[in-house]
């Protein structure tokens, strides 16, 4: 149902778009969340927002750095990655939330999507 796309390899520093599309309307009145998981390591949240886009999440070591947003119809999310460090290299998972806020408990994220693999060289 969630298709994630846009990874890929850059340099520290680069940028990356990540899209994550719903195959119907089924996240429109839905909040969304972005993840990674990096080898060995738990499975984190990098950013969320609510069903109407009003309001985000920030993870602290991406804040200033990457921007979540959704179109006006609300089925697709975007999260704008800029000054990329290496830390950033993971596998990065869209999830849908089961209510209308967004949540920062992976818990309360019931679909998901594939991963799209982002690698940042130093």
């Known amino acids: 149902q969630l298709q994630a796309s846009g990874g890929g390899s850059v340099q520290a520093g680069g940028s990356l778009r990540l899209s994550c599309a719903a195959s119907s309307r089924t996240t429109t009145n839905n909040g969304m969340g972005w993840f990674r998981q990096a080898p060995g390591k738990e499975r984190e949240l990098v950013a969320a927002?609510?069903?109407?886009?009003?309001?985000?999440y920030y993870a602290e070591f991406v804040r200033g750095r990457f921007t979540i947003s959704r179109t006006k119809g609300g089925n697709t999310v975007y999260l704008q990655m800029d000054n990329l460090k290496y830390e950033d290299t993971a596998l990065y998972y869209c999830a849908k939330s089961r209510g209308a806020g967004y949540s920062v408990s992976r818990r309360d994220y019931t679909v998901w999507g594939q991963g799209t693999q982002v690698t940042v060289s130093s």
């Open positions: 927002i609510n069903w109407s886009g009003s309001s985000t």
